[in-house]
Antibody, heavy 117, light 107 residues
């Protein structure tokens, strides 16, 4: 069974950075690209970018360049997303999701990020 | 970027009703259109990919259709467990973009 287990909620001060994780199981980690998606409270979904764990290749939405860094660790089958220079606009739920072709076939449960002093 | 528009933000229907949710792209997306279901607890699941292909494990009461810029998701007989928000997403061009969502409620 494919599972994406994301790290727990984060409460972080403005200006700080945070790194969240997405641990994959039930499939060969390096065989599938991992995407990240943002959802602000009460709003829609926004594509952030993806990482290919096979070769660590990345592709970012222009809107998130400079804000987000995607990495992965093959040894632990875990994808990571780091957000820097946090503001209240970064408060949201962040999802990781596995790519299959042109779709996202399995999603993590989401990590809630709250940026507040 | 390709804009995805779901003109109906909320929809109320009775159990057993046939429900159709629409999605329009700002340009032709060549059937690279997917539908997702988000439950009130935040859980997101893929329902339909490439316009009309049912994802593994998804009940057959869900179906998708469309072409070009206009697409739709249909639930043939609404079940209590279908209460959720539904999002369309285009996979034709990066950045991938999503519709604003249609929240489905029981009348």
């Amino acid at each position: 069974e494919v599972q994406l287990q994301q790290s727990g909620p984060e409460l972080v001060k403005p200006g700080a950075s945070v790194k969240m994780s997405c641990k994959a199981s039930g499939y060969t980690f390096i065989s599938y690209v991992m995407h990240w998606v943002k959802q602000k409270p009460g709003q829609g979904l926004e594509w952030i970018g993806y990482i290919n764990p096979y070769n660590d290749g990345t592709n970012y939405n222009e809107k998130f360049k400079g804000k987000v860094t995607l990495t992965s660790d093959k040894s632990s089958s875990t994808a990571y997303m780091e957000l820097s220079s946090l503001t209240s606009e970064d408060s949201a739920v962040y999802y990781c999701a596995r790519e299959r072709g042109i779709t996202l076939d399995y999603w993590g449960q989401g990590t809630t990020l709250t940026v507040s002093s | 970027d390709i804009q995805m528009t779901q003109t109906t933000s909320s929809l109320s229907a009775s159990l057993g009703d046939r429900v159709t949710i629409s999605c329009r792209a700002s340009q032709d997306i060549s059937n690279y259109l997917n539908w997702y279901q988000q439950k009130p607890d935040g859980t997101v699941k893929l329902l339909i990919y490439c316009t009309s292909r049912l994802h593994s494990g998804v009940p057959s009461r869900f179906s998708g259709s469309g072409s070009g810029t206009d697409y739709s998701l249909t639930i043939s007989s609404l079940d209590q467990e279908d209460i959720a928000t539904y999002f369309c997403q285009q996979g034709n061009t990066l950045p991938w973009t999503f519709g604003g969502g249609t929240k489905l409620e029981i009348k």
